[in-house]
């Protein structure tokens, strides 16, 4: 599995970015995807997870209410809309996938579980 993340950039304190991910392989609907990010200095850390279906999300406290989490399937593609952006949000973030047939946020919340990964894509929020 391949994964590749793309729509970052460059975007003001209180802006929106879109960002996706494109899976390749036949699998991809069965897989459980996350967000992760790592700012410069700190460890990565979890974004949001989602399952197989889409239809169970979940979403880190420091983010909740701004981000949100989905998937289309037919596209192979995950997707992070973030609203609300704040300085705080800067960071290189990153798509993963869970290949077990399962979902466990709270594996994923501890930064375990994910075997592919993607080269992350960079997201700068100016104050």
């Known amino acids: 599995v391949q994964l590749q993340a793309s729509g970052g950039g460059l975007v003001q304190a209180g802006g929106s970015l879109r960002l996706s991910c494109a899976a390749s392989?036949?699998?991809?609907?069965?897989?459980?995807m996350g967000w992760f990010r790592q700012a410069p200095g700190k460890e990565r850390e979890f974004v949001a997870a989602?399952?197989?279906?889409?239809?169970?999300?979940y979403h880190a406290d420091s983010v909740k209410g701004r981000f949100t989490i989905s998937r289309d399937n037919a596209k192979n593609t995950v997707y992070l809309q973030m609203n609300s952006l704040k300085p705080e949000d800067t960071a290189v973030y990153y798509c993963?996938?869970?290949?077990?047939?399962?979902?466990?946020?709270?594996?994923?919340?501890?930064?375990?579980?994910?075997?592919?990964w993607g080269k992350g894509t960079q997201v700068t929020v100016s104050s």
């Open positions: 993963a996938a869970d290949s077990s047939g399962g979902y466990n946020s709270g594996v994923y919340r501890r930064g375990n579980g994910m075997d592919y």
């Open positions: 392989g036949r699998a991809f609907s069965s897989f459980a």
């Open positions: 989602i399952s197989a279906s889409g239809d169970v999300t």
